[in-house]
């Protein structure tokens, strides 16, 4: 390029930047950045971000904020991009104080939160059992007028079943179709689990019918979770009719571990 007359912009280092941050060469993605000071070009906030993603998704936090320094330092102030991609690795790392600190730093940066940033913090929220805090934010949510998606009352449907509370995940399934939110195989994959280790196989068998009147497929998963709780609680020929279920579709019931369960089970209840 540079032979022909043709020098490299900001926008090219930006392009290798991103692509070498992709590619796992943090170093080398770096060390462009020095070019670019070298040839008293100045990087853009993309190019900055490229590398704070790059390093979060590797959970390099502190070169991150490195980085961040470097580009205020430069005059070069950080975006909700910018923000998203470390409240990210932040919760990764679930030192989600942290994360819920940068929130308000682009509260006050008067920066918009977008519904990614709300989604993230939540989820880290949940991650670390603060089921409260994760309730605040969707209130914030709702308050700034960004519409919770069906990832949003996933990952809280999901915590609840986890934490043994299944009736308010039920409740919470039940309220997100008024607002026009159709739950998939996730959700459904979390409530129908929750209500296995609960021990109420009856409920969890009858919103397994429930999916799929509602034209939601269940994947091998689904099916895994209930046959592992018809196992447990002997009921063998439900179980068994599942894995033939499991078959005709196409699931491969053998190369999974709670199919395992099953036979170990069925053996065991024919001895």
Not at 9 to 28: A, F, G, P, Q, R
Not at 36 to 43: A, F, I, N, Y
Not at 85 to 90: D, Q, R
Not at 252 to 257: F, I, K, L, N, V
């Amino acid at each position: 390029m540079t032979e022909k007359g043709c020098e490299p912009n900001v926008h090219t280092y930006t392009v290798l930047i991103d692509s070498m941050c992709k590619d796992n060469k943090l170093d080398e993605a770096r060390r462009m950045l020095n070019v670019m000071s070298e040839k008293r070009l100045v990087p853009s906030v993309v190019t900055y971000n490229a590398l704070v993603d790059g390093y979060c998704k590797e959970g390099m936090i502190k070169a991150a904020l490195e980085v961040l320094d470097l580009m205020e330092s430069n005059n070069c102030y950080p975006n909700a991009r910018t923000y998203n991609e470390l409240i990210c690795g932040f919760c990764k790392k679930r030192e989600v104080h942290k994360a819920m600190a940068l929130l308000n730093k682009m509260l006050e940066r008067k920066l918009s939160p977008s519904l990614i940033t709300y989604n993230t913090l939540i989820h880290g929220q949940c991650k670390v059992g603060r089921l409260d805090s994760a309730y605040r934010l969707l209130n914030l949510m709702n308050e700034n007028d960004l519409v919770p998606d069906q990832w949003t009352y996933g990952v809280f449907i999901d915590t609840l079943c986890k934490q043994g509370r299944v009736e308010e995940a039920l409740t919470l399934f039940d309220s997100i179709k008024e607002k026009g939110i159709k739950a998939n195989e996730v959700i459904y994959t979390a409530l129908i689990d929750g209500y296995c280790k609960a021990g109420k196989i009856d409920t969890a068998h009858s919103l397994l019918e429930r999916m799929l009147k509602e034209d939601c497929s269940p994947n091998s998963y689904t099916y895994n979770v209930l046959i592992d709780g018809l196992c447990k609680e002997k009921k063998m020929q439900e179980a068994s009719s599942l894995v033939e279920k499991m078959s005709k579709i196409g699931c491969e019931a053998h190369s999974c571990y709670l199919y395992n369960s099953y036979r170990r089970n069925v053996e065991g209840w024919r001895l």
